[in-house]
């Protein structure tokens, strides 16, 4: 064990492994919960993250802009609208934003506050979503983020009972541990055992798939286009 010991003590790099697993074990044990840590994160002046900006937010932009032009979308929510900048790239002919983070929603509501098409909403139990439905619901880079199995599950219904036509999931989609404020889930396996009515139309792979030296501009999130089921 001495020897080990000094080994980490010798090696810079083995000695930055090890304070990162410290660190790690020490953050998993103070994890406040998913809307806490959102709240406090936003407070503090930080952004929704690097998939909300440059060439990761172009690209969903891309691929948005494109569905809602092709299936002539008018009516848009979001569950999970965050600060708002990936909003400024889409064009949603009418949006709902909600959010966990009241301090996300003030942001969202003072960026847009010209604009009549826009409307942000806190997210929460006490809320009437039922006034806000939607053509179209979406979930951008939001699912990996929801740690808690109740928080999941009543957002992943309110995802589907909120959109009459169409669902954009854009997310990982396999299983990990959680690692602080991230915890990958096989959403769409969760989906075909609980939610009836919708079906997988179209997978879009990432045009920037992850790679760990460049974790900015890279992601590990895939789109997963639902549409509801018309008999």
Not at 74 to 97: A, F, K, M, R
Not at 136 to 142: A, K, Y
Request: glycine share 4%; hydrophobic share 35%; charged share 25%.
């Amino acid at each position: 064990m001495n020897k080990i010991i000094n080994i980490v003590h010798k090696s810079a790099v083995l000695r930055k492994i090890a304070l990162f697993f410290l660190r790690l074990f020490r953050s998993n044990n103070k994890f406040p919960g998913s809307s806490v840590y959102w709240e406090i994160r936003y407070q503090k002046g930080k952004s929704s993250g690097a998939g909300s900006y440059n060439r990761l937010a172009i690209f969903k932009a891309e691929v948005i802009n494109s569905y809602i032009k092709e299936k002539q979308i008018n009516t848009v929510i979001e569950l999970g609208c965050g600060d708002g900048h990936q909003i400024e790239l889409c064009n949603y002919p009418s949006y709902y934003g909600l959010d966990i983070s009241s301090t996300a929603i003030s942001l969202c509501q003072l960026k847009f506050k010209d604009d009549s098409t826009k409307s942000f909403y806190v997210y929460d139990a006490n809320r009437n979503l039922s006034t806000l439905k939607s053509e179209l619901s979406l979930s951008l880079d939001v699912l990996y983020h929801l740690i808690e199995e109740t928080v999941f599950e009543k957002y992943m219904y309110d995802l589907f009972n909120l959109a009459s036509r169409y669902v954009i999931i854009y997310s990982s989609n396999y299983d990990t541990p959680q690692f602080y404020h991230e915890k990958d889930r096989n959403f769409t396996n969760w989906i075909e055992t609980n939610i009836n009515g919708w079906k997988l139309g179209n997978v879009i792979k990432n045009k920037y798939p992850y790679d760990v030296k460049d974790p900015d501009n890279t992601s590990k999130a895939d789109f997963f286009l639902y549409e509801k089921i018309i008999n």
